[in-house]
């Protein structure tokens, strides 16, 4: 059975109750105090104190201070009123008892009020930290939806861009064939004339020759004779084809059978050197090329043509995976073909890529 502590001194105002209790050499940690408005009780075993408050107190803002083998309370009361005694005398054991367990139901009801107010906190805090999260990532995809939209206006540009350039040269190359094909015709024209002239003058200095008698114009009747000149040949053009060769001396001078082995030779070697991308094995020097690719990718996609454009783009990746503009190209083809998963991965690739780039560029960023 516990020890009741009785050696306790108190003292107060008409606002508060100051009260201190000896530990009596009982370790700090050991100390379990309980509070509420009409009841309070402090047990550090094998001692107890135990008081029915005089009055209610705010036991919300009273405090307590334990230390120096010393517990030190200041209880501020609900009234501005002197009290007569620090604990209400001359109760019997059963008020006493239905005074601490209203305490302890008024201590848990507190405590279950202090749980739900916590865990109210909690879900706010969680709700609150889901929804910036969700900003984040609607501010993160209108941000790759807005790269998205500008690469497409600046590919369309390029590509409106190309064909205005297409047709102006195709414009001036007509331009400058008419000109070719007047300067022809102006050539021809003077040729005529000249031959015409030249005829002309023939046949004057004949008939000059026939005046001066008549065996000179037997003789000479026939050599100056007035010539028709025929009319000269249409322009046109013969094409021809020549066989392409790898070697420069010509077929009936060659060793098929030693070309063909040493030709071999070269594909095996080329073969083992692209052994990371067999894709290359046919490919033309133009067609390694990622910009050449990606300028192929592009006039595939302008033709809707998009699986073929995709496929110039995965190439063009498979030769070169640091180009941001790859995977925005490809993205919008997978975009068209309603593959939404690959056209976000394309694009997620693609900020990879130009944030890292902009951590290299500014390094402080």
Known sequence: MPLQVSDYSWR????????????????????????????LKVNFPPFLFEAFLYAPIDDENS??????DTVVFTLYKKE??????????????E????IREKSILQAQERAKEATEAK?????????????????IEEDERKKIE?????????????????????????EQKKIWREDKLRQKEKQIEEERKKLKHKSLTRSLTSRNLATKGNNSENIFSEKF????????????????????????????????????EWLHKQAEAQRAMNTDIPELYDLKEEEKNPEWLKDKGNKLFATENYLAAINAFNLAIKLNNKIPLLYLNRAACHLKLKNLHKAIEDSSKAYRIMKLHLRLIHPTR
Not at 95 to 98: D, G, I, K
């Open 12 to 39: 107060q105002t008409k606002t508060a109750v100051f009260l201190s209790l000896p530990l009596k050499g009982v370790s700090v940690r050991d100390t379990d105090v309980f509070c509420t408005e009409n009841y």
């Open 80 to 93: 501005a009123v002197m009290w007569e005694s620090l604990s209400v005398t001359g109760i019997d054991k």
């Open 225 to 260: 004779k007035e010539v028709n000149i025929p009319a000269p040949r249409s322009v046109g053009s013969i094409k021809i084809k020549f066989t392409p060769r790898v070697f420069p001396t010509a077929l009936r001078e060659s060793q098929v059978a030693e070309e063909e």
């Open 95 to 98: 008020v006493m008892q239905r």
């Open 119 to 135: 865990a109210a906190a909690r879900r706010e805090d969680q709700k609150y930290a889901l929804n910036v999260m969700m900003k």
């Open 63 to 68: 405090k307590v201070k334990i230390g120096n």
């Open 146 to 170: 807005d790269m998205k939209e500008n690469e497409r206006i600046k590919a369309t540009k390029e590509l409106e861009t190309w064909k205005e350039y297409q047709r102006k040269a195709e």
